[in-house]
């Protein structure tokens, strides 16, 4: 953890909450049994709630659906020109790992809870499209320049050590998931 760099308010507020659960994991010989867990991009039903910080993909089916054109940042990264990809986790499949987890074992320990694949946008927005029938409209813009350094273009969770306490866990695959939402 003492590696990890956010680039964000957001990411250090996580960063700080991790910090601070391993020293209290490390320190604290009280707790005994605590589970920290670490979410990556997670989407599903009913996010309306959530305004603008609701998932990418729930705020881009109502534009889809009224015929609008889709924006998706592209920017130079690492080297290469590139849309964002995220580490995309369906609710349902977060739901299902929180009722595996909640009466292990975890002798104190965060987990990332995330597939370990990153996805691009476009390709869940594409979903989108061909569940509806409708030819995809995506436009790729510049990321703003007031995003340069502060937007993450690629996450992926390690999620080796979730998957081996969960073994044999699959997750919903992205497909099914949209067609879910719609």
């Known amino acids: 953890l003492q590696k990890l760099k956010p680039i964000n308010l957001y990411g250090w507020s996580k960063h700080n909450s991790d910090l601070y659960f391993s020293y209290k ?4 010989k009280s707790i005994e049994n605590i589970t920290g867990l670490k979410f990556f991009n997670v989407y599903g039903s009913n996010e309306a709630h ?3 910080m609701a998932s990418v993909i729930s705020k881009m089916i109502p534009l889809i659906k009224e015929g ?3 924006n998706l940042f592209k920017h130079f990264h690492n080297g290469i ?3 964002a990809k995220r580490d995309f986790i369906y609710s349902g499949d977060v739901c299902r790992i929180i009722e595996l987890i909640i ?3 975890t002798h104190g320990s965060i987990y990332n809870v995330g597939t370990g694949v990153n996805t691009p946008f476009s390709t869940l927005i594409n979903y989108v499209y061909e569940i509806l029938n409708i030819k995809s409209s995506i436009n790729f813009i510049d990321l703003p320049k007031e995003y340069h350094g502060k937007y ?3 996450t992926k969770a390690s999620t080796n050590r979730l998957l081996n306490l969960l073994d044999g ?3 919903t ?3 099914e998931t949209i067609s879910n939402l719609l």
């Open 25 to 28: 994991l490390l320190n604290d």
């Open 50 to 52: 959530k305004g603008h």
């Open 68 to 70: 609008k054109e889709i």
């Open 81 to 83: 020109y590139c849309e």
């Open 103 to 105: 009466n292990m074992d």
């Open 152 to 154: 993450q273009m690629i």
């Open 169 to 171: 866990f699959s997750f």
């Open 173 to 175: 695959s992205q497909k």
